[in-house]
């Protein structure tokens, strides 16, 4: 299990628990946190999950695939480091990681 911050557009900031093997979306959605809307469930067929994922945890998520990128295309403010995070697994390695949601969604 791993320990995710989520930081709203406006500084509000919400601590949740994501088992590992799940999504951060999923985490995301499971706790009621505000700006993730994951209108696809996770499929990777929508923008409506994007996340900054916090400087310093970039490399440990990884880059995102190609068909990932391809829909960051349709995201609001893409970033250097924006991701999907219905794309992101959680995973140990991931305890404490830090992620920001957008102003909107696409």
Known sequence: ???????????????????????????????????IEAECGGACACATCHVYVDDAWVEAVGKPAPMEEDMLDFAFDV?????LSCQIKVSDGLDG???RT?????
């Open 1 to 35: 299990m791993a320990k995710i911050t989520f930081i709203e557009h406006n500084g509000a900031k919400h601590e949740v628990s994501a088992e590992n093997g799940s999504t951060v979306m999923e985490a995301a959605i499971r706790n009621s946190v505000p700006g």
């Open 79 to 83: 970033r250097p480091n924006s991701r």
């Open 102 to 106: 957008p102003e909107r969604q696409a």
């Open 97 to 99: 990681l830090i992620v």
